[in-house]
């Protein structure tokens, strides 16, 4: 179980990163009325990072590849399809996983999944987790 005053070490600058990505698409697949949020917890032996939001969801197909470098759904020059590879890396590079849910109509839910720790490390790079 995961201890009161436990922290997850993390290069916050990468983690800005890795969220602004997660947000930034989810503005681009909702609608006005639409709603995002990001929320954190501890769960376990983790710290858990979760942005969702209620808009279209994401088709199976797409799904299935969205951690793909390159691979990207908006048109050809408007992006590099390097957002959610990105994402993926700085995770994996935290000891961290991330899961992805959606269902069509329904929204879309990632989960960032980090190890705690009970070593401090540099006081700039450490998260407390609550």
Known sequence: MLKSGATITVDVEQVGQALDALVENALRFTVEGDAI???????????????ADSGGGIPPAVL??????????????KGTGLGLATVHGIVQHAG?????????GQGTTFRIFLPATDLAGEASRDIPVF
């Open 37 to 51: 949020s990001i929320t954190a917890r501890a769960e376990g032996t983790r710290a858990v990072i979760e942005v």
């Open 96 to 104: 961290g996983d991330i899961v992805v849910e959606s269902q069509l």
């Open 64 to 77: 299935a590849r969205i951690f793909e470098p390159y691979f990207s759904t908006k048109a050809r020059g």
